[in-house]
């Protein structure tokens, strides 16, 4: 499978825990973005990278959001002390370059915060 | 602020009804625009988009969509809608700097057969 793939694809957690997401892009792809969507709303932009650089992070929506891409290739999503707001799907999408944002979506992690 | 607005929440039609969603933008400069659709069980994919030229951009599926850019619009548009057109679909636009996509709250389309 050469699309965008994420890891797990649901999670369930107390509140308070940590939980970390994996997002690996199709290959060549060097852009990455992460959304929230929650039901009956559209995705929410999170933060985006170009190859391992994190461009925009100022849509996180809080300190206990952070994003890391160390390699430029596969990123992850950490999430500390959860709460229930944080319950929804969180996707990743990558694009192959700069100026073509056609956006290859992944199926998401659901997340659920008891 | 930037943001991309949809009118309907929730659209239902008949099969070969006529279809117009629409799309409002706010967005300073030059601006990029698109359409996503979300069928059930499947990921977002990309419906068509506008980057220049032509207002009138066709997509997949019979899809078309008009920049109208005196009313900040990119409403999508289709003569006949038919019942696998039941999505959910997400306008979204960026500036042409590049920056992340920005989406609409969707609409969500059911096609009754």
């Known amino acids: 499978d050469t699309g965008v793939s994420q890891d797990p694809r649901h999670k369930i957690t107390k509140r308070g825990q940590n939980v970390t997401f994996r997002c690996d892009p199709i290959?060549?792809?060097?852009?990455l973005y992460w959304y929230r969507q929650t039901l009956g709303q559209g995705p929410e932009f999170l933060t985006y990278f170009q190859n391992e650089a994190q461009l925009e992070k100022s849509r996180l929506l809080s300190d206990r959001f952070s994003a890391e891409r160390p390699k430029g290739s596969f990123s992850t999503l950490e999430i500390q002390r959860t709460e229930q707001g944080d319950s929804a799907m969180y996707l990743c999408?990558?694009?192959?370059?700069?100026?073509?944002?056609?956006?290859?979506f992944g199926s998401g992690t659901q997340l659920s915060v008891l | 602020a930037q943001s991309v607005s949809q009118h309907n929440h929730h659209v239902i039609l008949s099969e070969a009804a006529s279809l117009e969603l629409g799309c409002n933008y706010s967005y300073g400069g030059t601006v990029n625009l698109f359409w996503y659709v979300q069928y059930p069980g499947q990921h977002l994919q990309l419906l068509l988009k506008y980057f220049s030229g032509d207002p009138l951009v066709k997509g997949i599926k019979g899809f078309e969509a008009e920049f109208i850019k005196s009313k900040f619009s990119f409403n999508l548009r289709k003569p006949s809608v038919q019942w696998s057109d039941t999505a959910e679909y997400f306008c979204?636009?960026?500036?042409?700097?590049?920056?992340?996509?920005?989406f609409g709250k969707g609409t969500t389309l059911s096609v009754s057969s």
């Open positions: 979204a636009a960026n500036n042409q700097a590049g920056t992340a996509l920005i």
């Open positions: 290959s060549e792809h060097n852009r």
């Open positions: 999408a990558s694009s192959p370059r700069i100026g073509n944002e056609k956006l290859f």
